[in-house]
T-cell receptor, first 111, second 113 residues
Framework: NAGVTQTPKFRILKIGQSMTLQCTQD?????MYWYRQDPGMGLKLIYY???????DKGEVPNGYNVSRSTTEDFPLRLELAAPSQTSVYFC??????????FGPGTRLTVL | RKEVEQDPGPFNVPEGATVAFNCTYS??????FFWYRQDCRKEPKLLMS???SGNEDGRFTAQLNRASQYISLLIRDSKLSDSATYLC??????????????FGTGTQLKVEL
């Protein structure tokens, strides 16, 4: 199993651009999560999903959107990127909450 | 008050030392507790769960004090490879709500020769 994979690893965006961060897991996990981690800060939950077709907001959802059309994929969409969205983004999944397994992260810079 | 509070460190200790990290949480109804380890520029990985009775995994011992809303992690005989940031993590609910986790900001450990 590859576990949780994320693409891209790095990305630089200009203000106002849009992009999709990809997250895929091959463990047949129902639960999936998106976090962001800023320097010196704890991980903050952006969105989560308890199964295909079901998503809900976390602590910091503004400026982001998600979809969950399959069990495996949970993409995170950034519309109109802003400098405040510069961060490291982690995707996580689990079949046995609350333990979570994380992907390697995407480092995003918005200039 | 933050939901999960940790001393950010860094804790600089010599190899072979014993080091302890503490964490407090604000939600008295919290149900599950964990320590995650995060290496520099890497993803968090589960180190161990924390139980009321205390639990040990090799050189690592975790303790939970529900009355004081306090969690600890003890590392004995520190190795250079233990250098990392240790995240205190709390699940505030038993079921439902997506079993969301609340992360502390982490305590940085540097083990030196």
């Amino acid at each position: 199993n590859a576990g949780v994979t994320q693409t891209p690893k790095f990305r630089i965006l200009k203000i106002g651009q849009s992009m999709t961060l990809q997250c895929t897991q091959d463990m047949n996990h129902n639960y999936m999560y998106w976090y962001r981690q800023d320097p010196g800060m704890g991980l903050k939950l952006i969105y989560y999903s308890v199964g295909a077709g079901i998503t809900d907001k976390g602590e910091v959802p503004n400026g982001y959107n998600v979809s969950r059309s399959t069990t495996e994929d949970f993409p995170l969409r950034l519309e109109l990127a802003a400098p405040s969205q510069t961060s490291v983004y982690f995707c996580a999944s689990t079949s046995q909450p609350p333990t979570q397994y994380f992907g390697p992260g995407t480092r995003l810079t918005v200039l | 008050r933050k939901e999960v509070e940790q001393d950010p460190g860094p804790f600089n200790v010599p190899e072979g030392a014993t080091v302890a990290f503490n964490c407090t949480y604000s939600n008295s109804a919290s149900q599950s507790f964990f320590w995650y380890r995060q290496d520099c520029r890497k993803e968090p990985k589960l180190l161990m769960s924390v139980y009321s009775s205390g639990n040990e995994d090799g050189r690592f011992t975790a303790q939970l004090n529900r009355a004081s809303q306090y969690i600890s992690l003890l590392i004995r005989d520190s190795k250079l490879s233990d250098s990392a940031t240790y995240l205190c993590v709390v699940n505030p609910r038993l079921t439902g709500g997506g079993n969301k986790l609340t992360f502390g900001t982490g305590t940085q450990l540097k083990v030196e020769l």
